[in-house]
């Protein structure tokens, strides 16, 4: 029990320390597709979210931050669905070792 509860910690302590290295071209894209899903989201589930569509780029740019940072709620429809989109396992573990991944995108620049 010991040993696997401190592997769970050095696993965790290993993504903090990734959260140093978020890679902005896959940043970009994450948050790009985000953005077109909430705003899905709030235009097929008004009553779920209590602001409307013009709030959507105001709170697509907050999110982005928090991915950043690491420090994001992944429940909501909005990311469920950008994971689905780009193939990412809804996982805190698969949406940071997505976004730390080092290797490029093609065809995305890190602007």
Do not use: W
Not at 36 to 48: D, G, M, R, S, V
Not at 56 to 77: E, L
Request: hydrophobic content about 40%; proline content about 4%.
């Amino acid at each position: 029990m010991a040993i696997m509860i401190t592997n769970k910690i050095v696993i965790l302590k290993n993504h903090l320390d990734n959260m140093n290295k978020i890679n902005q071209q896959r940043l970009n894209k994450f948050a790009t597709a985000y953005e077109n899903q909430l705003l899905k989201a709030i235009t097929n589930f008004p009553n779920e979210y209590a602001f409307g569509p013009l709030a959507v780029p105001t709170v697509a740019a907050k999110m982005k931050a928090a991915f950043s940072a690491g420090s994001y709620n992944k429940d909501g429809r909005a990311v469920r669905e950008t994971c689905k989109e780009l193939g990412i396992k809804h996982t805190y573990l698969g949406i940071n070792t997505y976004l730390t991944d080092p290797s490029d995108i093609a065809g995305l620049t890190t602007a």
